[in-house]
């Protein structure tokens, strides 16, 4: 079975550019995930859908933050403009229904 | 919202000894689950727990359901130098939806060989 892919895996960008993060869950999974891990902290839940719909979107900055998963497979979290406190891994993951997360390796963003 | 305290924070032992890890919520999970995370690598589920009470294993590593659902731990005996890395615990509450996973900042391991 092949796991969650993620891309890229490491992106630098200066404050206020904008940056773009792509998953493709295991295939099946119905529920996707988009984490933020800040260095030193666990991960904290961006946003969930379940199919091409938004479950729980409460703790995204939408203000900069977007996400999208229009045909129910692939995703994709925006960030624009950033900050430099948005430095930190993104990580995908998806589930079957009320099943464990199985995660991506994540995206390393930098933001200088 | 929801918290995990996960303790201890960093842990130093030496190859062969046993570890124990506990994390400690507010609110009530349904699923208890405990993740290794390597550097440059996404967390990995090594155990599953879904009932209050259960005591689970899987090799070296051990964990239980607390009884009052609000509290697990992960034991690892004999560690070995590929237990070097970040445990994380998580909570999970499941609604019609889907679950939603809510984790604890990290056990840190290192271990001597």
């Known amino acids: 079975e092949a796991g969650v892919a993620q891309s890229p895996r490491y992106k630098i960008i200066e404050k206020r550019q904008s940056v773009a993060f792509w998953c493709n869950p295991i295939?099946?999974?119905?529920?996707l995930y988009w984490y933020q891990q800040i260095l030193g902290q666990g991960p904290k839940l961006l946003i969930q859908?379940?199919?091409?719909?938004?479950?729980?979107d409460s703790q995204l900055p939408k203000d900069r933050f977007s996400a999208e998963r229009l045909k129910g497979v692939d995703s994709t979290l925006k960030i624009q403009p950033a900050k430099l406190e948005d430095s930190a891994v993104y990580l995908c993951?998806?589930?079957?229904?009320?099943?464990?997360?199985?995660f991506g390796n994540g995206t390393r963003l930098t933001v200088t | 919202g929801q918290q995990l305290n996960q303790s201890p924070q960093s842990m130093f032992i030496q190859e062969g000894e046993d570890v124990s890890m506990n994390c400690t919520s507010s609110s009530i999970f349904n699923t208890w689950l405990w993740y290794k995370q390597d550097p440059g690598e996404g967390p990995v589920l090594l155990i599953a727990l879904y009932k209050a009470g259960e005591l689970t294993s899987n090799g070296r590593l051990t964990a239980q359901f607390g009884i009052t659902r609000k509290d697990s731990f992960l034991n690892i005996s004999a560690s070995i130098p590929s237990d070097v890395g970040i445990y994380f615990c998580?909570?999970?509450?499941?609604?019609?939806?889907?679950?939603?996973?809510?984790f604890g900042d990290g056990t840190t391991l290192t271990v001597k060989p």
């Open positions: 998580a909570g999970q509450f499941f609604n019609t939806n889907a679950g939603k996973s809510t």
């Open positions: 993951a998806s589930s079957q229904r009320n099943s464990p997360l199985h």
């Open positions: 859908f379940q199919n091409n719909g938004v479950v729980d």
């Open positions: 295939s099946g999974h119905a529920t």
